[in-house]
């Protein structure tokens, strides 16, 4: 049975902030590495992107050899003891990611161990990589990494115990240790890239050119990578500086240490924000491109233009809209609103609310339940939020519109006992339903007041919001800009799925408007 090692990490540039992961597959009888990846997920915190990274890490491994063991190294304390079982997992972020890389690997078939970060370099410089390619609005790509080649000579550089390769100190490891066998053969690999480089640059060239991301300035690039190393301390401290300066930077610049569980400032965001490493480029181009992508990345985020302007790199708040499963009033299409008898699911509306559950569960990317306060729609979010592993939060501002004297009936009994309200209420937005109601216009101000709440609070994240068939409409209305007469004008089905995106740069996208094919 083949026995691989997974070194994952995860850093955010704000937490939260900017964030991505990094994690390398190497075989532990010979130390090669097999494999290698990384991910810039937009905003989220360091525990997120470290747990992301896990997840990446025995994907991987699994994608070689589904019957390996795995044994998983990482220097995030939280994840490996809560992944060993020995500490709770409490914040709902945690709970389905954790829950994901439990199921890969069959229970007893991988192991946890934590290692100082100096033993995670690779992995640390790939989640690095990957917050670079995003911060020029990248995909991360395995070909043109050069976070291996990095690692070995940054542990060669150093000499002492870190040291490896060819001639180098004994490794720190006992005989045999898979991470020591992996940084031999980096070391090995490193020496001939180096010999190759310098071969057309000069001696210098190849260290300036892996060292380039951690200069201060782009005319740092022939500095070694001992001093680069040396100084990070006060780097982070003045990447800390930079972030309180500005934190509308904080995207584009190294100016976001990152915190770890017990509160150590973290010297790789410094370090790495400015680490653009084109395979092809020599130190110097890498700096300048890195230093116009910060530039281009602070330019999109302050334009909030319709159209099609430059791409906002950070992952948007994606709020996924469910409609609550039917009641029995659904089916008679009667108004029911906020100020009615509030009903509960029917028996289809909960079957309803169990297919849109397993659809989202074997989607896998929502991070967070919100719910409106009335009883359909939190009987429908907790059926959700229990496959899920997730709690649910209740926000009144999803409740849906109060119908006044119309609640409980139909269309036609409205339009029989009150033709001139209802003539009014479908001409007008800022008209009432009879007896005190709520206007299409006083919901679609208290709608929008939520959604900048909860865009605010989940920036970057994935949410599933269970709400009703006026404040759907109403958010995908004020997110398309259309008038208030298209609320007319769409369908939305009992446990129907919308989709809107909203970007930091006030912009929003309908990614999906009443899918149903999952209740088919």
Request: charged share 25%; aromatic share 4%.
């Amino acid at each position: 049975m083949r026995e691989f090692i997974v070194e994952a990490d995860g850093g955010s540039r704000g937490n939260p902030g900017p964030a991505g992961y990094g994690a390398v597959v190497s075989d532990a009888a010979t130390g090669e590495t097999l494999r290698e990846t990384a991910e810039y997920i937009g905003v989220a915190t360091n525990n997120v992107a470290e747990y992301r990274g896990l997840l990446a890490g025995l994907r991987a491994a699994h994608a070689l050899d589904p019957e390996a063991t795995v044994h998983v190294r990482m220097d995030s304390k939280l994840v490996i003891e809560q992944m060993s079982g020995r500490w709770k997992i409490k914040h709902p972020d945690m709970k389905p990611l954790a829950a994901q890389a439990a199921r890969i690997f069959p229970p007893g078939r991988v192991t946890y161990e934590w290692i100082p970060r100096a033993q995670n370099k690779h992995a640390d410089r790939l989640a690095n990589e990957a917050m670079d390619a995003g911060a020029r609005g990248e995909r991360w790509s395995e070909t043109d990494s050069t976070a291996e080649l990095d690692t070995a000579a940054g542990a060669a550089g150093a000499g002492g115990a870190g040291a490896r390769g060819t001639g180098a100190a004994d490794p720190a490891e006992p005989p045999g240790d898979a991470a020591a066998g992996a940084a031999r053969v980096r070391g090995a690999l490193a020496e001939g890239r180096a010999a190759a480089a310098a071969a057309g640059s000069g001696p210098d060239a190849a260290r300036a050119s892996t060292e380039s991301g951690r200069s201060v300035s782009a005319g740092a690039a022939s500095g070694s990578a001992g001093s680069a190393t040396d100084d990070a301390d006060a780097r982070a401290a003045r990447a800390v500086e930079g972030a309180r300066a500005t934190q509308a930077d904080a995207e584009g610049d190294s100016r976001a240490a990152k915190a770890d569980t017990d509160g150590r400032a973290d010297a790789r965001a410094a370090k790495a924000d400015t680490d653009a490493r084109g395979a092809k480029a020599d130190a110097g181009t890498r700096a300048a491109q890195a230093a116009k992508a910060g530039a281009d990345t602070r330019a999109a985020t302050t334009v909030a233009a319709p159209g099609w302007a430059p791409a906002d790199i950070c992952a948007p708040a994606t709020f996924v809209l469910l409609r609550h499963g039917e009641t029995p009033l659904t089916p008679q299409k009667r108004f029911s609103g906020s100020g009615g008898s509030d009903p509960s699911l029917s028996d289809t509306g909960r079957e309803q609310a169990e297919r849109a559950a397993a659809m989202l569960a074997r989607r896998g990317t929502i991070q967070a339940v919100v719910s409106s306060p009335l009883a359909r729609t939190r009987e429908t979010a907790g059926i959700v939020a229990a496959r899920l592993g997730l709690d649910v939060s209740i926000d009144d501002g999803l409740r849906e519109t109060d119908f006044g004297a119309w609640e409980g009936l139909t269309f036609a009994e409205v339009r029989e006992r009150h033709p001139d309200d209802l003539n009014a209420w479908l001409a007008s937005p800022d008209a009432e339903p009879t007896g005190g109601g709520e206007s299409f216009a006083a919901t679609a101000a208290r709608l929008a007041a939520t959604r900048d709440k909860l865009v605010a609070a989940h920036a970057g994240r994935t949410v599933l919001l269970v709400t009703h068939v006026t404040p759907i409409k109403t958010l995908v209305r004020l997110a398309l800009g259309a008038p208030p007469e298209s609320l007319f004008r769409m369908e939305l089905s009992a446990a129907s799925l919308s989709v809107v995106a909203y970007y930091a740069d006030g912009n929003a996208s309908v990614r999906l408007l009443n899918d149903t094919s999952y209740l088919r």
